[in-house]
């Protein structure tokens, strides 16, 4: 029988890998998903702290692996130059993407930002000033700061 707390971890990590493109969070989310299932009876932690403890451990085995089997390419002729997304971009991206509370104009500028754009290229594709784009990026950093504060003070 699996108790409350770990149905709600395993369902709110099935719903985010459904939406997930990136093959390294979905690598996590499965490694979370096989170490909640583990113990499926626990109700000593909600689901919240669960899938946060879940996703570290998966983080942590995936470095592991990483380190022991560096990545190499399939095919020689098709060169990616690395471009594998940093565990802090993918953090970042998971946590803009799933906030409630981040309005949807803050979170399309944050994650601009985190897939690497700048306010140039951003205040372009707007269609508004540099000085007008870079003020609403320090807004959205400021808010989306004090909720991510919030969130680990609660964590």
């Known amino acids: 029988m699996i108790s409350p707390p770990i149905a709600g971890a395993v369902e709110t990590l099935q719903k985010q890998a459904l939406t997930s493109h990136d093959t390294y969070e979905l690598d996590r989310i499965d490694r979370a998903l096989d170490e909640l299932l583990r113990n499926p ?43 594998d997304v940093p565990y802090v971009t993918v953090e970042i991206l998971a946590w803009l993407r799933t906030e409630p509370s981040l309005s949807d104009s803050d979170r399309v500028l944050l994650n601009d930002l985190a897939r690497g754009h700048d306010a140039a290229s951003m205040a372009q594709r707007h269609g508004v000033p540099l000085a007008r784009m870079r003020e609403r990026i320090s807004r959205a950093r400021r808010r989306a700061r004090k909720l991510w504060l919030a969130t680990e003070a609660t964590s």
């Open 41 to 83: 009876a626990d109700t000593s932690t909600p689901a919240k702290f669960r899938i946060r403890s879940a996703m570290g451990h998966a983080y942590e085995a995936l470095e592991r692996r990483r380190a022991i089997a560096p990545r190499v390419a399939l095919d020689p002729e098709h060169h990616d130059n690395g471009h």
